[in-house]
């Protein structure tokens, strides 16, 4: 006899799959304003979050957040774009649902990355038609609202910044798990956004986190985001097919939260084991760590400093144990087809999930061959998590 637990992952199969057959897919935008700044100020100094309400309709798959930003360059020296350029726009990303948990809390980098992993290609990119098609058609990128960005802004210069986000509540187009049942009245979701409070910085300084970075010595207190434009878009399911007088719904995928979440570490010493702990409660699909060696100058290598990084358990066994160039090689080349900007390192365990009965019974290793003052590491989170055991979990490892 099929067990009870069976029972349940059968009806939420079939739920899954009259959801797909019958109901409609809406793409509706729900928010859109512009902003701007004070002369001579960044705009997070007026605006530095903005709250975005979604609509109490369907069942909510996720959101598509498009930030148009100008970028007033009031200093005196030039200013280049960073790895992470236009996806630092926004420094954090969060979405509290109904039930007021917290399903996402992270960077921009960190959304943007994830949407590179999950469509495996860099996100929101186009190949060049002269040197990535064989056609005398001309496809290649041609249009300006998609993810774009100057390379270089003169001193006294303006530049406008376009970025997009896709910021998912169900995993996937095909698996609903943490999609949002929003037909209620009487409870509000939140979409938080926030702009980068600062996006421009000095040379020879930390620029992981910024969008510019000056060409040359000289303050950049005047480089600002003097003005954004956002605009969002909600993405539901609507007209859900009913069974027996109630509307049908997967059960499991909605006790399910999908989480993307973010943290920092520090005091990581040269050529010892950093152990990084993973929380409680939960289902890991994926890590992604930035090292940055030196905090002050904020340097990140392409392998030369890491010895390597593991995944060991409680009993000090390694699972895997590989070098940089493997990691990049089987995690990124084979995955989409590039390298992640220098530093960055994706974990996937999408295949099998990193499963964590207990804090700590699983962590993420970093032998690191350079480690300067202040080295920390940047880490982005995504995975499953049970609603009702959600609030017995751990928070985030944090040092």
Not at 60 to 80: D, E
Not at 346 to 369: D, H
Request: with cysteine; net charge neutral; hydrophobic share 45%.
């Amino acid at each position: 006899m099929a067990t009870d637990q069976q029972n349940v992952a059968q009806l939420n199969a079939v739920a899954r799959a009259a959801i797909k057959a019958r109901a409609v897919k809406f793409t509706q935008s729900i928010f859109a304003n512009t902003f701007t700044a004070p002369a001579n100020q960044n705009i997070s100094n007026s605006q530095p979050v903005v709250n975005v309400v979604p609509r109490n309709v369907g069942l909510i798959k996720g959101f598509w957040v498009k930030v148009v930003a100008t970028v007033t360059n009031g200093s005196a020296v030039q200013i280049n774009l960073t790895d992470l350029g236009p996806s630092n726009v926004l420094s954090q990303i969060q979405f509290n649902d109904l039930q007021n948990n917290t399903r996402i809390q992270t960077t921009g980098w960190h959304v943007h990355l994830i949407n590179t992993i999950k469509g495996r290609q860099p996100f929101g990119a186009s190949l060049v038609r002269t040197t990535g098609f064989d056609s005398p058609i001309n496809y290649g990128s041609n249009w300006n609202g998609e993810i774009s960005a100057p390379s270089s802004i003169a001193a006294a210069g303006t530049g406008t910044v376009t970025m997009w986000y896709h910021v998912p509540l169900a995993y996937s187009e095909d698996d609903l798990r943490g999609a949002v049942y929003a037909n209620v009245v009487n409870a509000t979701m939140q979409l938080n956004l926030t702009f980068n409070p600062i996006p421009v910085v000095a040379n020879g300084t930390d620029s992981t986190s910024a969008i510019y970075v000056a060409n040359a010595a000289g303050s950049v207190a005047l480089a600002v985001i003097s003005a954004a434009t956002v605009t969002v878009y909600q993405i539901y399911m609507d007209q859900l097919p009913v069974a027996n007088g109630a509307v049908l719904l997967p059960i499991l995928d909605l006790a399910t939260i999908y989480e993307l979440k973010n943290t920092v570490v520090t005091a990581i010493v040269p050529n010892q084991e950093f152990p990084i702990q993973y929380a409680n409660f939960r289902d890991f699909l994926s890590t992604i760590g930035v090292f940055v060696n030196t905090q002050a100058t904020g340097a990140r290598g392409v392998g030369a400093d890491v010895n390597y990084w593991a995944l060991q358990s409680a009993n000090f066994t390694n699972i895997w144990k590989k070098e940089p160039a493997l990691i990049a090689l089987e995690q990124e080349r084979n995955a989409i087809q590039a390298d992640f900007p220098p530093g960055c390192y994706y974990f996937g365990s999408r295949e099998k999930p990193i499963s964590t009965v207990q804090y700590g019974n699983m962590q993420l290793i970093l032998n690191a061959l350079t480690a300067g003052a202040g080295a920390y590491v940047l880490l982005g989170y995504e995975d499953f998590a049970l609603v009702q055991t959600l609030s017995m979990a751990g928070s985030l490892a944090a040092s």
